[in-house]
């Protein structure tokens, strides 16, 4: 079993950053990792993807603007978001799976089996 708590959401100003963190137990070197954000209202929509390999891939409302990365000596992933905006508002959650996932199916919240519970991103104009 894979438990993922998030950390470092908060408020900011447009063109602010900020940095997720997600710490993984029972970390393991073949899990895949992604982010997802929900906006109230809205369906939940995939941000970004790692692969166990360390592949990445963005949604295009954040390319250029956000990074993944994850430090596997601390069992951890993370967000840097910048230049954020106000429609990046939304509840922020990690995301695992075992073993590297299609590429169509890498920002798909159905191609994952573990969830953490989240945590709020507002950016304020």
């Known amino acids: 079993q894979v438990q993922l708590v998030e950390s470092g959401g908060g408020s900011v100003q447009a063109g602010g950053s900020l940095r997720l963190s997600c710490a993984v137990s029972q970390y393991n070197t073949g899990l895949s990792m992604g982010w997802f954000r929900q906006a109230p209202g809205k369906e939940r929509e995939g941000v970004a993807y790692?692969?166990?390999?360390?592949?990445?891939e963005y949604a295009d409302s954040v390319k250029g603007r956000f990074t993944i990365s994850k430090d596997n000596a601390k069992n951890t992933l993370f967000l840097q978001m910048n230049s954020l905006k106000p429609e990046d508002t939304a509840m922020y959650y990690c995301a695992a799976r075992f073993g590297s996932a299609y590429a169509w199916s890498r920002l798909r919240s159905s191609s994952y089996n573990y969830w953490g519970q989240g945590t709020q991103v507002t950016v304020s104009s």
């Open positions: 790692i692969s166990s390999a360390g592949l990445t």
